[in-house]
């Protein structure tokens, strides 16, 4: 029963059960309690063991193995519960874990590793992703190497670094060669988006053109999702027409049966293309965002929630809502973002400050932002930061200076 090995039992076993602090406490003890014994701040007395024990229906002796619960225990856990849960107990177990059975830590830290990414958390999904590609070269396993360098590259072009992104995905479709076609998609994806964020179009158009060929036949989802990235390069190359095409045939593709999450993603991608056309899609985008709404309660991630009222800041201030886009810039956690969306969403908020009259101030951000942008080598992000402040500008009359 000593401390801190007890509450980190205690608490691998209310996580397991599904139970909050305060389910588990009832009306016998304090939340307060629980969470100093669960911490080893507290050192527990018989009879609190006692009690907790019956209310989690084990013996007092399950106090007392060390620590975590095995690898294999956790991931049960985790695959039973709902999406989302278990995070916890997989950074305890995979703690403790002494690294005997790799194949289950691989499978650990991969899980691990999504959930981090659904919740906005990218430098520490990256540390994972790390560790998962150095325990794949142990496993020298060409397959599970591909999946991860896809996923390295995704993470880090989240995080700004789209030459490493490239330089991942490029890895992954050479390793995907003979691989699923699900897995040479996945790869393909990763590279069209690098390669159009770093401002490689022709070479992300023609990648983006094999993508859909190769999924054509792969099923709804996998076919949408290419027609995904290419409707994103053909935005990239002020191909406006071109990419409503594609994102429209895309959402006709899939239906939400098929995958509501995926759903739901292609509807936030497709109202953040409208409002990047020139001139902006207003009610298109708004209709798309209204479309969501629903199921964002239902199937939405941290991150998508985040995502989707960032897109409703940029919605007001198409329409000229000048006051809800400021409103809604300030209920977005931007370290929750990707790098781009941050970009975007600071920058919105530079031309609201022009807007306000803090001309100098507004324009000294733009110029970090699109500095920021160049530095990543996203020349297409710092060219629309920057047409974004010239037409604020123009909309001022040229009273800002």
């Known amino acids: 029963m000593e401390q801190p090995l007890f509450g980190r039992r205690l608490r691998a076993l209310r996580q397991e059960r599904?139970?909050?602090?305060?389910?588990?406490?009832?009306?016998?003890?304090?939340?307060g309690y629980l969470s100093r014994l669960e911490s080893g701040a507290r050192q527990p007395t018989p009879r609190v063991v006692k009690y907790l024990a019956k209310r989690l229906d084990v013996p007092v002796s399950?106090?007392?193995?060390?620590?975590?619960?095995?690898?294999?225990?956790?991931?049960?856990?985790?695959?039973?519960?709902?999406?989302?849960?278990?995070?916890?107990?997989?950074?305890?177990?995979?703690?403790?874990?002494?690294?005997?059975?790799?194949?289950?830590?691989?499978?650990?830290?991969?899980?691990?590793?999504?959930?981090?990414?659904?919740?906005?958390?990218?430098?520490?999904?990256?540390?994972?992703?790390?560790?998962l590609a150095e325990l794949t070269d142990e496993l020298a396993a060409p397959d599970l190497r591909a999946r991860v360098c896809t996923q390295l590259a995704r993470c880090v072009r989240v995080l700004g670094d789209v030459a490493r992104a490239r330089e991942y995905a490029a890895q992954a479709v050479e390793l995907s060669?003979?691989?699923?076609?699900?897995?040479?998609?996945?790869?393909?994806?990763?590279?069209?988006?690098?390669?159009?964020?770093?401002?490689r179009v022709a070479e992300a158009r023609s990648h983006a053109d094999e993508l859909c060929a190769l999924a054509r036949d792969a099923g709804a989802p996998?076919?949408?999702?290419?027609?995904?990235?290419?409707a994103t390069v053909c935005i990239r190359q002020g191909a406006f027409g071109d990419a409503r095409q594609a994102l429209e045939l895309a959402l006709d593709r899939l239906d939400s049966h098929q995958d509501l999450a995926l759903w739901m993603r292609l509807r936030l991608a497709a109202a953040s293309l409208y409002l990047q056309s020139t001139p902006p899609l207003v009610e298109?985008?708004?209709?798309?965002?209204?479309?969501?709404?629903?199921?964002?309660?239902?199937?939405?991630?941290?991150?998508?929630?985040?995502?989707?009222?960032?897109?409703?800041?940029?919605?007001?201030?198409?329409?000229?809502?000048?006051?809800?886009?400021?409103?809604?810039?300030?209920?977005?956690?931007?370290?929750?973002l990707s790098f781009r969306d941050r970009i975007r969403l600071e920058a919105?908020?530079?031309?609201?400050?022009?807007?306000?009259?803090k001309a100098e101030a507004g324009f000294q951000r733009l110029h970090q932002l699109a500095q920021a942008a160049s530095d990543a080598r996203n020349v297409e992000l710092a060219a629309e930061i920057w047409?974004?402040?010239?037409?604020?500008?123009?909309?001022?009359?040229?009273k800002a200076g």
């Open 284 to 336: 298109p985008a708004a209709a798309r965002l209204a479309e969501v709404e629903p199921v964002l309660a239902l199937v939405g991630t941290e991150l998508n929630r985040q995502e989707a009222t960032a897109l409703r800041a940029h919605l007001a201030f198409a329409e000229g809502r000048f006051d809800d886009a400021r409103k809604l810039c300030a209920a977005v956690e931007p370290e929750r």
């Open 177 to 199: 060669g003979q691989a699923a076609v699900a897995d040479r998609a996945a790869a393909l994806h990763a590279l069209v988006s690098a390669e159009a964020e770093a401002g």
């Open 18 to 31: 599904g139970l909050s602090q305060g389910a588990l406490a009832a009306d016998v003890i304090s939340t």
């Open 348 to 357: 919105l908020g530079s031309q609201l400050m022009i807007m306000e009259g």
């Open 387 to 398: 047409r974004g402040l010239a037409e604020t500008l123009a909309g001022q009359g040229g």
């Open 222 to 230: 996998a076919h949408t999702e290419a027609l995904w990235a290419l």
């Open 62 to 131: 399950a106090f007392e193995t060390a620590g975590a619960p095995s690898l294999a225990r956790a991931l049960a856990a985790v695959a039973s519960a709902g999406a989302g849960d278990g995070a916890e107990t997989l950074v305890e177990a995979l703690r403790t874990d002494d690294g005997r059975v790799p194949e289950l830590r691989w499978q650990a830290l991969w899980l691990l590793a999504r959930m981090r990414g659904e919740q906005g958390a990218h430098a520490e999904q990256l540390t994972l992703l790390t560790e």
